[in-house]
């Protein structure tokens, strides 16, 4: 008597054990049923309550496992509702394999009800897309998908009807690689065009980005800065930091509109810039990026980004060795004349005096250890996070470089998870809050000991700064102060309070700081700060 029938289900988690794909991040829906149900002991579920919360998670537990996500989207709602967390993930450099739920292959010719028009729904922002032709392909796109969103840094979509699930597997090879190693070795030329422009640069300088933060790449930036006694600057909008921010050498973050961009790189005649584009702006301002005589190269492992930057030289290759070998081959200068100064922290708030943005800053600043994740989400307060709350390890900082909302809470949930002994804390405006409140039930129900730090003025403030900025005109939208965000997080079954005054604050903060490491449950203080008065980016 023959055993049962191996299914393309069967065969599909062969495949995600093979590529450690293992834990599932998923909102069901039912054209996912067939794959969900009575999942192997080995897999793991993960439930947020929307979609977006969903691929946040993912893309947060992904950047610390430094390797793909799986996560399960339900049809043309599912993946609507997080395309703009896709879309943050691809600019992040995030790999996600997803899972995309199909209606019935055997009556989608009538467009029957749930039916979704898949491929297109995402836009350009998957790295790569695919709807098997046949059940029994399944297999091999998913393994395709790994490798897809491994090589290209981003999410890599499988389209699967739900009846494919328990079609019978064939015998065929998965067309895909079991392994794939990717050369690293750096070509020699260009390494000595980029010696050469830097030996014989008068006042060189590096720009650094998110492509750069990890252990190796920032131990060759910090040899290479000392041999060159040179100011390294953060890009700006930054994913993740790209260099020590504590560092005497480390200068700040570029400004994002050009004519301070100019100003803050006049004088250098050769900027390098390490893991960033060139440059990242916001908003439109005309006029050069630089000012005339300075030579702009670019080191990056970001084709796309080496294919739209302005640069005098780029060199596509893994930063690590290249600056590796550059601090090995530049001549060692003389110590500088001048060094960044690290700015002074506010004094607390005098008595009658409106707590701010900067006091919970640098209240933070003074409780959190140095291998903290912090992850950022406000807008109108991110030059006092920068300023007063420096990344000194990698992955010390995440923040959503494609600047949409709904990104800081799921993915400090998603970073605890994969590092659960880890300090995790989010700071968030109280208007983004709002954007990606519902994971906090994911956070409660999984153990997850993020703080959430919610900076609320009951307004996008942002906002209201650059209407002001724009003519002085009066904006539209209203404040809403009515929305109580701890108030909320209860209601999901996080634990919340409300902070009004910095002695609250310190209060609380010396509560739970010394507990981050090993806390297994969350808690959420929505802290009132008043509007800041200003916006720079």
């Known amino acids: ?57 993912a893309t947060g537990w992904a950047t610390a496992m430094d390797r793909p996500a799986l996560v399960n ?12 967390a896709l879309a943050t993930a691809r600019v992040n450099r995030v790999p996600l394999v997803v899972i995309v739920g199909q209606q019935d292959r055997r009556h989608l010719a009538l467009q029957p009800f749930l039916a979704g028009d898949l491929e297109g729904l995402a836009g350009r922002y998957p790295v790569w897309v695919t709807t098997p032709a046949r059940p029994q392909d399944v297999p091999g796109a998913v393994a395709r998908a790994w490798h897809e969103a491994r090589d290209d840094r981003g999410p890599a979509l499988v389209i699967v009807p739900s009846d494919d699930w328990a079609a019978p597997a064939d015998d065929t090879p998965v067309p895909a690689p079991v392994v794939l190693h990717r050369a690293s070795a750096v070509e020699p030329a260009a390494v000595d065009a980029l010696a050469g422009l830097l030996a014989g640069a008068v006042s060189p ?29 953060q890009e700006s909008f930054a994913a993740r930091a790209g260099f020590p921010q504590d560092h005497p050498q480390f200068a700040g973050h570029l400004p994002a509109g050009r004519g301070r961009l100019r100003q803050a790189l ?5 900027v390098l810039v390490v893991g960033a584009p060139v440059f990242r702006q916001y908003p439109f301002e005309a006029g050069p990026l630089v000012e005339d005589g300075t030579t702009v190269a670019l080191v990056t492992d970001d084709v796309e980004d080496a294919h739209h930057s302005p640069v005098d030289l780029a060199v596509v290759a893994a930063p690590a060795p290249v600056c590796r070998l550059l601090a090995d081959r530049v001549p060692q200068r003389p110590p500088a004349t001048t060094r960044s100064e690290r700015p002074s922290p506010p004094l607390p708030p005098q008595e009658g005096e409106p707590l701010r943005a900067a006091h919970v800053m640098a209240a933070l600043a003074q409780r959190l250890r140095s291998e903290t994740v912090v992850v950022e989400e406000t807008p109108s307060s991110r030059p006092d996070l920068h300023r007063l709350l ?22 400090a949930i998603g970073v605890r998870m994969a590092r659960p002994d880890g300090p995790v804390v989010a700071v968030v405006g109280d208007g983004s809050s709002l954007y990606g409140i519902q994971s906090l039930w994911s956070a409660a ?12 003025n009951g307004r996008y403030a942002v906002m209201d700064r650059l209407a002001e900025q724009h003519g002085g005109g009066k904006a539209p ?12 997080a209860l209601a999901l079954g996080c634990p919340a309070r409300r902070v009004d005054t910095y002695d609250d604050l310190v209060e609380a903060l010396d509560a739970v700081v010394p507990t981050l490491a090993d806390r297994r449950e969350p808690l959420l203080l929505e802290v009132a700060v008043t509007p800041e008065l200003t916006f720079q980016p």
């Open 1 to 57: 008597m023959s055993g049962p029938t191996r299914t393309v289900r069967d065969a599909t988690f062969d495949v995600l054990r093979r590529h450690g794909l293992t834990t599932i991040f998923a909102n069901p829906g039912s054209t996912e049923v067939a794959f969900l149900t009575d999942l192997p002991d080995d897999v793991d579920f993960v439930l947020a309550l929307h979609e977006g919360s969903v691929v946040g998670i």
């Open 73 to 84: 989207l339900h049809t043309t709602a599912g993946l609507g509702n997080a395309v703009g």
């Open 205 to 233: 300088a590096l720009v650094v980005g998110a492509d750069a933060d990890d252990p190796a790449t920032w131990a060759a930036l910090v040899a290479l800065a000392e041999r060159l006694q040179c100011p390294v600057w």
């Open 266 to 270: 006049a004088g250098h005649d050769v």
């Open 390 to 411: 420096p990344a000194r390890r990698p992955l010390g900082f995440l923040s959503a470089a494609m600047g949409g909302l709904g990104f800081a809470m799921p993915a």
């Open 445 to 456: 129900h999984y153990g997850c000991g993020v703080l959430f730090v919610v900076l609320a």
């Open 477 to 488: 939208w209203p404040a809403f102060e009515e929305v109580s965000v701890h108030g909320l």
